[in-house]
Every structure is written in structure tokens, then in C-alpha cells.
């Protein structure tokens, strides 16, 4: 299947993908069908379909600029260079959205966590770099889908001497997650269980934090649909027995969890 794989990664979007996770997924998608990758009309089928879902799941979330984040990394003096960092959050459809909100966003959560000492920020795309925004000192472990992505925000970290480690890591097959106070799962979950059904109960397994807080989407990408809250029953069964606080920005609903196991 290996040259299959680099034909579905044949694309700017997708190029820096591990061809590992590509493989799960088309493996996934091929089961139980009658395909023939070797004929040309199901070939293409195939790797349409495929790309469609990484499109989805990782592509979409990159504006075109994408691109030019560390050349604007190097203009960035320090922590206190707002409009420097405000660049780079513009960059990722998640964070361009929060932007104006960010401030408000922190100051409300760590109300109820308090000043964490340390962040666990999985699929983190660039939210890492609203670190001015928490007005904390914080410990900061972030977690991407590639190695590429990951080593963007290392960089980032290491330029403005924030202790922290970021690495990549494809969460529907985790075994192990760093301790931490407070961990964040903003605007991530929807996007996971689509590759995973179940693995948000997984993902609370495994964790070794205190608090949790997680996020979704009000509004579908690019801002045109309103998403409905009560689709989240899902999400409400599984943190059933914990203690929880919600809150809205315009774009995106946060729950503010407390981990009754932690
Ligand atoms: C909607 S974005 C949210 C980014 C960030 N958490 C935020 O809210 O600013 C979803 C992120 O999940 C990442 N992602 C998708 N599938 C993943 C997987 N299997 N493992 C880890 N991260 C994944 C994507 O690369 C993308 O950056």
C-alpha cells in the first residue's frame, strides 16, 4: 500500500503527514470494500476519498499563509509583542476566531482553575502561542498531528524562553499523557471522533490533570452554519459525574471541568 500512501500525500496540504496515520486511515476506509487499488477509476476513488477526510481533519484548519509562520516568528521580539504574535494566531482558523476573545477566554477559566503551573495543550495547532494572553508563568507541553507542526511551536518556545516541550503525537492512538494542572482540548474532540469513535473516553483515561477544559465549535468553518449545543449530549454523558462549568464566546462553547478521579 506504500506508494498508494505517497499518492494520497501528494499534495501540499498533506506532504508533511506521517504516512503511518495516511495508511490507518485509507486501511480503515478500504475494509470490508471490494477495491481494486490497481485499477485507475478506484484508485482514484479511493484517494479522494481519503484526502477528503485529511482535508477535514487537519488541511482545512491552515489558512493559505500558513506558510510564512516562521519567517514572522523571527520578527517577534517578546512576550509583549502583541500585534508579532497576533500574526502567527491569524495564521490557524481556530485561533484567528478566538483572537479577539482570548484574553476574556483565560481570564475565565483560570478563575476556576486557578494559575495552573502547568498546561497540557493537545492538538494544539497554534494556540500555544497565546501564551501572552494567560498572563502566567506556565510549564507548557503541546502536542501536534506532525512533526512539522510540533517543531514550529518548539521553536516558539525556545525563541521566548518558555519552559515547555512540544511533540508530535496522533491522539487516536495514545498510550501515555504528561501530568499537568490543566489541560486543554479546544475544538478538538468533534475532529477526533470523526477518526475515532470513543476515543474522547480514551483521551480521559488517560489523563493525568486536574482540570480540563475542552472546547467546541458554534459556528461550522468559515462562519456561516450555527452548530447545535445539543449535539454535545455525547460529550455530557462522559463528564456526567464530574463538576463543570460552561461558557460562550460567539464561535465556541468551553466546559471548564474538574477531573472527580484526579
Ligand atoms: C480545530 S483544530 C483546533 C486547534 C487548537 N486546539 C485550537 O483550538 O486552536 C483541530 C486540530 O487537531 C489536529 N488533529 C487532527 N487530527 C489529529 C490527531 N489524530 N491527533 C492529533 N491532533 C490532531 C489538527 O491538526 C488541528 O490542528
Same mark, same amino acid.
Given at each position: 500500500m506504500g506508494p498508494l500512501i505517497e499518492e494520497i !500525500?501528494? !499534495?501540499k496540504e498533506l506532504k508533511s503527514l506521517n504516512s503511518d496515520f495516511v495508511g490507518s486511515i485509507t486501511k480503515e476506509l478500504l475494509e470490508g470494500k471490494k477495491i481494486n487499488i490497481d !485499477? !485507475? $477509476?478506484e484508485r482514484k476513488k479511493i484517494i479522494k476519498e481519503v484526502r477528503s477526510i485529511l482535508h477535514a481533519v487537519y488541511g482545512v484548519f491552515k489558512k493559505s499563509k500558513y506558510t510564512k509562520k516562521e519567517k514572522l516568528l523571527k520578527d517577534i521580539s517578546s512576550l509583549k509583542d502583541t500585534a508579532?504574535?497576533? /500574526?502567527?494566531?491569524?495564521l490557524h482558523?481556530? &485561533?484567528k476566531e478566538r483572537? *479577539?476573545? =482570548? +484574553? $476574556?477566554?483565560y481570564e475565565k477559566i483560570f478563575a476556576i482553575t486557578g494559575k495552573p503551573k502547568s498546561i497540557l495543550d493537545l492538538g494544539c495547532g497554534l494556540n500555544p502561542l497565546s =501564551? +501572552?494572553?494567560?498572563?502566567? /508563568?506556565? *510549564?507548557? =507541553?503541546? &502536542? *501536534?498531528?506532525t512533526e512539522e507542526d510540533s517543531k514550529f511551536i518548539q521553536s516558539y518556545f525556545d525563541k521566548l524562553k518558555i519552559k515547555g516541550k512540544a511533540y508530535s503525537l496522533d491522539l487516536t492512538r495514545i498510550n501515555t499523557l504528561p501530568p499537568a494542572d490543566v489541560c486543554f482540548l479546544f475544538k478538538l474532540l468533534d475532529t477526533l471522533e470523526t477518526l475515532k469513535r470513543d476515543i474522547t473516553k480514551t483521551i480521559f483515561e488517560q489523563l493525568q490533570t486536574k482540570w480540563v477544559v475542552a472546547s467546541f465549535p458554534l459556528k461550522t468553518i468559515g462562519g456561516r452554519k450555527n452548530i447545535s449545543k445539543r449535539r454535545l449530549v455525547w460529550f455530557e454523558k462522559i463528564i456526567k459525574d464530574c463538576? =463543570?462549568?460552561t461558557f460562550e464566546i460567539p464561535n465556541e462553547v468551553f466546559y471548564v471541568i474538574k477531573l472527580a478521579s484526579k
Open positions: !500525500k501528494n !499534495k !485499477k !485507475k $477509476s508579532g504574535h497576533n /500574526k502567527i494566531l491569524e482558523r481556530s &485561533t483572537l *479577539e476573545y =482570548y +484574553p $476574556s477566554v =501564551y +501572552p494572553y494567560m498572563r502566567l /508563568k506556565t *510549564e507548557y =507541553y503541546a &502536542t *501536534e498531528l463538576k =463543570y462549568e
